[in-house]
């Protein structure tokens, strides 16, 4: 008779005095094995971490900053509903979901910032895998983060080695998490096999994880218990797509065909994409711009005569381009995509910054944004890095990302002349927030934030990140993914064996400081950055030159300067791909 050792790791609560929650998961695991494997015999063992969390009790206080942070790190699938929400369903069910949801908060957070808790709860782990020697280890919520920050790193490696993994309810991917473990989630390679179950419905801070290897699936277990947290582990386990496709697999003796593909349906690699947005029709007649549609239309045409095919190109226009609209683009440019793999996107019209809101309510900081038809000035109507970097910051090293932005993040209508600038000023409502009074000057003044890495390096490194006063969460460098403190974040990647998250290569119309302008060719309008980049990279094909971003960027400011233009293009990113030939100069598909 077949036999399988099932180690089980419990999320947030007080499982000690109350243990039927183990012969519920067991009856939950071990009937969903057994209809595919009817004789199959499970043996169970339950890792019971609560008393190590109990030693560093944490305040009302804590748990209060705790959400905070988890919801103010990133775009989170399902948490500004969650806290909005919870008080639009039926009574009787607000406060246990609001204390579920603050608690979940306060543990996850007590985990990530105890360095101490963090490595008792790794020697935990490690001991009941050696003790027990399990086959399969499933995890819900909390002990998830226990069990990847074991298996990534040191004799963790070791210990998952030819063993399955389960994880479900998991805030693994959640972006503060992520800065917890160095910015970036890595597959374990060493697993026989990782099933990630994912609940969109889960208001516990859980996000996807976006991890390309051949061990790792994720299946979707969508429920919605009216009123609850949808964060029920039973719900994860018992799950249709569960049965058929996790414990349908686990207890076959072999990989049944197609379980595979139902999981996650094969998608036909495409080697090349672009995304094109161009915005000439903002709604306010003094936003409105004149070369931004005919600046898609060329860059479009410049990168069809560098070999993408047209069929891989998508636009999106003027009063189509709303930041919901944009946002579903940018999946489907980025999604999927594969080491060797090549994605452009490309943004033309205004940029702004908007005063942000982080920990305690109180403006702490300034998001760069793409401005998008629908712009109103909140986070939900424009493109920040807190949204794009979901999409980005966990791609294959091997690719290639680049985002040319043809925009600035400064406000100012026309200026040199009539010369029209691509960023807007903030209504005073918005100005405000990033304003103080000085009462002894009697004058208002910038305010001062905290600086956002002040560990990070002072130099051009650090201007590229955060700007010149250390505000801003810029465009494309996925700031909340990096910890405050350096030596830890490097610490944190060396151990997990990776670089942090994937920086995509940009090419900026200027510099913080200055301005996008307009350029008129004869009677058609332009954006003075993207007439000139085109112009370059087709006099360099013509002369059958190879050129390096570096020396783009270059040529490019050249042209600008001989046109009078006090405008200078900027190229952020790895050295190494600033320095690399662009790869797609040779007109080859």
Known sequence: MAKMKI????????????????????????????????????????????????????????????????????????????????????????????????????????????DRLRAETRKAVLRSVREFQPDLICAHSLGTLLCYDTFVRGAGRTAIAGRRLVTFGSQIGNPFVRSTLGGRIVPLKRAREWYHLFNSEDAAFTSRIEIDAPNFVQISTEFDEPGMLDHNPLLYLTHPNTVTDVWREIASPRTLPGVRALAAPAKPRVPRRALLVGINDYPDPANRLEGCVNDVFRISATLQESGFRPQDIRVVLNERATASTVLDR?????????????????????????????????????????????FDWAR???????????????????????????????????????????????????????????????????????????????????????????????????????????????RERKEAGHFGPYMPLLLEACREEQFSYEYRDGVTSYGAF????????????????????????????????????????????????KRAPIPWMSGRA
């Open 7 to 114: 180690l089980c790791v419990h999320g947030i609560g007080n499982h000690h005095s109350n243990l039927a929650w183990e012969e519920e998961w067991k009856n939950a695991i071990e009937s969903g094995l057994r209809r595919w494997s009817p004789g199959l015999e499970c043996e169970f063992s339950f890792l019971l971490h609560d008393s190590l969390f109990a030693k560093y009790p944490i305040s009302a206080m804590d748990v209060a900053e705790a959400v905070a942070k988890l919801g103010a790190s990133g775009v989170i699938h399902s948490i500004g509903d969650a806290i909005t929400s919870l008080f639009s369903r039926r009574r009787g069910f607000v406060e246990d979901v609001s204390s579920s949801v603050r608690w979940t908060a306060g543990m996850v957070v007590q985990w990530a910032e105890n």
């Open 330 to 374: 940018l999946h489907w440019l980025l999604d999927g995509v594969k080491d060797g793999d090549e994605r452009v996107f490309y943004y033309s019209g205004h940029g702004a910054q908007i005063p942000a809101y982080g920990q305690g309510d109180t403006v702490d900081h300034q998001d760069e944004c793409l401005v998008t038809v629908d």
């Open 380 to 490: 939900d109507h424009a493109i920040t890095d807190d949204q794009f970097y979901e999409m980005y910051s966990q791609l294959p090293y091997g690719s290639r990302f680049v985002a040319i932005l043809d925009c600035c993040h400064s406000g100012g209508m026309t200026r040199a002349g009539g010369m029209r600038v691509r960023g807007i000023e903030p209504p005073d409502d918005i100005r405000h927030r990033m304003l103080e009074w000085n009462r002894r000057l009697q004058m208002w003044e910038q305010r001062k934030v905290e600086d956002l890495l002040p560990d990070l390096k002072a130099g051009a490194e650090r201007t590229e990140y955060i700007g010149v006063d250390g505000s801003k969460r810029r465009l494309g460098r996925a700031v909340p993914l990096r910890l405050k403190d350096d030596r830890a974040y490097d």
């Open 530 to 577: 993207t007439y000139t980049l085109t112009e370059r990279l087709r006099q360099a094909r013509a002369q059958r030159k190879t050129l390096s971003f570096e020396a783009l960027v270059r040529n490019v400011s050249d042209s600008l300067r001989d046109l009078g233009y006090d405008q200078t293009p900027c190229l952020v990113g790895p050295k190494k791909l």
